[in-house]
Nanobody, 116 residues
Framework: QVQLVESGGGLVQAGGSLRLSCAAS????????MGWYRQAPGKQRELVAT???????NYADSVKGRFTISRDNAKNTVSLQMNSLKPEDTAVYYC??????????WGQGTQVTVSS
């Protein structure tokens, strides 16, 4: 089992910044992938960014150049720095831990609201 605790969501004006953080605890395997996904009302959950323990990253095209994902392997934390936020970034953001399909866990979600 892996527990994920997120923090850092909130309300921000367009053009502003927010930083999300997620701490993982429990049975952590090396070689895992952690990341952030988001789900807006009426839409499917979508990938925002992922990062491996080797710090290889992958971003959705919609956030490239604006969002930066990072991690601290020693602390089992992952962060998402979100700059130049747009109203279309409004969603519930979920932290994810993945190590094979058997070990795929989600955080409880944190709301990010960007006002125009």
């Amino acid at each position: 089992q892996v527990q994920l605790v997120e923090s850092g969501g909130g309300l921000v004006q367009a053009g502003g910044s927010l930083r999300l953080s997620c701490a993982a605890s429990g049975s952590i395997f090396s070689g895992n992938v952690m990341g952030w996904y988001r789900q807006a009302p009426g839409k499917q959950r979508e990938l925002v960014a992922t990062i491996t323990t080797g710090r290889s990253t992958n971003y959705a095209d919609s956030v490239k150049g604006r969002f930066t994902i990072s991690r601290d392997n020693a602390k089992n934390t992952v962060s998402l720095q979100m700059n130049s936020l747009k109203p279309e970034d409004t969603a519930v953001y979920y932290c994810n831990y993945f190590y094979t399909s058997r070990y795929n866990y989600w955080g409880q979600g944190t709301q990010v609201t960007v006002s125009s």
